[in-house]
């Protein structure tokens, strides 16, 4: 196969259509390895042990460093296949790191995300218009368990962990392989689509296909992930914030009820 080189300085059709499908590969199998296989590991480890510290112990921790482990296997990967980790920055769409961003990053996310709570809102009252109930959203579910490993784990994902593996899964390699045989708008919505039904969550499908199509189009009119994943990251600050009083500051009745 003939290596594909990445540019730095050309137009975003040109760039969207750069892809090397070994991107694709580590990125799935990064994320079979992280979400997938280590927790389920440790749902079973988790099982086997019953109460005791211990397998509570094993049994959480690999659900805690699964996402934490695809971030360092697609890197690793990644960088094995471009032979540097220059290379390996540049295929994963990561440019100059945009600094003036980090001022409007946090109420643009802010924006976002109740633009995205609005659709939620008007799914959820045609549901009930239908006579459709939507169940609790998982993420809600883990914070609400008691489970102070789900807590954690859930943590660890939402502010280290997804918004970069995430975008490069999402916003780089599924889209960049879409890209080679669908038009750009029609690769992005699938790219963004994927991304939130990963999520689990009927109820929250629409609201976050919107945001991600949004982090879409950012990422291709800049051709930097970088700008992404930030709005990624403040995203899950607040979604973090909105968990930690659901557990802590009995808001459960308004959460669920949004």
């Known amino acids: 196969m003939q290596q594909v080189s990445v540019p730095t300085n050309e137009s975003l059709e040109r760039v969207s259509g750069v892809f090397d499908p070994r991107l694709l ?14 927790p389920a590991l440790g749902a079973l480890v988790g099982h086997w042990g019953g109460k005791e510290p211990w397998a509570t112990f094993l049994g959480g921790l690999p659900v805690v ?24 920055w540049q295929l994963l769409g990561f440019k100059q790191f945009p600094v003036r961003m980090l001022w409007y990053a946090f109420p643009l996310a802010f924006l976002l995300m109740a633009a995205g709570g609005a659709v939620t809102l008007l ?9 459709f109930k939507f ?9 609400l368990s008691g489970n102070s490993w789900c807590l954690t784990a859930l943590l660890v994902t939402a502010l ?10 999402f916003r780089r390699a599924l889209y960049g392989a879409l ?17 939130a039904a990963m999520h689990m969550s009927l109820l929250q ?31 899950n600050v607040i979604a973090a914030i909105m968990l930690l009083l659901v557990r802590y500051a009995g808001l459960e009745a308004t959460i669920l009820s949004l």
């Open 25 to 38: 590969l580590a990125a799935l199998g990064a994320f079979a390895l992280g979400y997938i296989v280590l």
């Open 65 to 88: 460093i699964g996402p934490l482990v695809s971030v360092a296997a697609v890197l690793g990967l990644t960088w094995n296949f471009c032979g540097s980790f220059r290379k390996a």
């Open 123 to 131: 799914w959820n009252w045609a549901g009930e218009a239908c006579n």
């Open 135 to 143: 169940t609790v959203p998982p993420t809600v579910e883990a914070a």
């Open 160 to 169: 280290l962990a997804a918004p970069f593996f995430e975008e490069i899964l």
């Open 179 to 195: 890209r080679q045989f669908l038009p750009g708008a029609a690769a992005g919505a699938l790219a963004a689509l994927a991304f």
């Open 205 to 235: 499908l629409p609201g976050l296909w919107l945001i991600g199509g949004v982090w879409q189009l950012i990422y291709c009119r800049s051709d930097n992930l970088y700008k992404s994943v930030i709005l990624h990251f403040f995203n």
